[in-house]
């Protein structure tokens, strides 16, 4: 167990289902209270009673839908309660959008990078005052491998967040707060299937399971490293796709289902 984790609030965005699930049962188990943060009430309901009977913690539901202003600001309210300190801070809630950029409405493109970059942002900004105010605190950015690879709107909104989140720990480790960019590839979890992905354009080797992505995120967080790539097979990604042609690592063209 980590010192400085037990009694720590950690709150989690997307934490109904996923990788946020996930980071919600691991911070639990190394003894955090949490506050749990996703659109669908009954399912944070029903992960937070079984994260306080499994580790005896405490868990709190915040319904909120994060591509909306009013739901942003609800979640703003709760990191700026000076009197409910939040310790870490996991920007995990993300979309994925299925066509080509020329495809999407771009209603359904403003949101996306409206969740992706501009509520992270906002979160963060509402999370650090209080965190460098006590001397320390912990920002996890769940962002993609896609991060660098030339791979549309995804693509661009993960890199801006791996780009800030770089930044942000550059510039406040040293006050205390530690921010890591998680770059994950393809995870089983729900979240190419509620965009409808064929999850076999991608090789059975590609795949990585929910519970290694977060526990080396949190190590690597936990290390102060501003960008974690999961997996040896993703640093590897991640290092040809700095030197490689773009149209090399672009990658196959999504099927629907």
């Not at 739901?71 to 009197?83: C, I, K």
């Not at 992706?116 to 912990?138: P, S, V, W």
Request: charged share 25%; proline share 5%; hydrophobic share 45%.
């Amino acid at each position: 167990m980590t010192a400085d984790l037990p009694g720590t609030t950690a709150l989690i965005t997307g934490a109904s289902a996923g990788l946020g699930s996930e980071f919600a049962r691991q911070l639990a188990a190394q003894g955090c209270n949490l506050v749990l943060v996703a659109r669908n009430r009954a399912r944070l309901e029903q992960t937070a009673a079984a994260l306080e009977r499994r580790y005896g913690i405490r868990a709190e539901v915040l319904p909120a839908d994060l591509t909306d202003d009013a739901g942003v600001a609800a979640v703003v309210g709760r990191l700026s309660d000076p009197q409910r300190p939040v310790g870490i801070l996991i920007n995990n809630a993300g979309i994925g959008l299925l066509h080509n950029f020329e495809d999407n409405p771009i209603s359904e493109e403003k949101k996306h990078l409206k969740l992706h970059g501009e509520t992270a942002m906002e979160l963060t900004h509402a999370a650090l005052k209080g965190m460098l105010e006590r001397g320390g605190g912990r920002i996890i950015n769940v962002a993609s491998i896609a991060a660098f690879l030339p791979r549309g709107t995804y693509s661009a909104a993960k890199a801006w967040l791996v780009s800030f989140s770089r930044w942000a720990n550059l510039t406040y480790r040293r006050r205390g707060v530690r921010v890591t960019a998680v770059c994950p590839g393809f995870t089983h979890t729900e979240f190419h299937d509620r965009m409808g992905m064929d999850k076999s354009v991608a090789p059975s080797w590609a795949w990585l399971n929910a519970e290694r992505v977060v526990r080396e995120g949190l190590a690597d967080n936990q290390r102060g490293k501003a960008v974690s790539i999961p997996s040896k097979r993703y640093k590897l990604v991640a290092a040809v796709a700095r030197v490689a042609p773009a149209r090399l690592v672009a990658g196959p063209a999504r099927k629907p289902k």
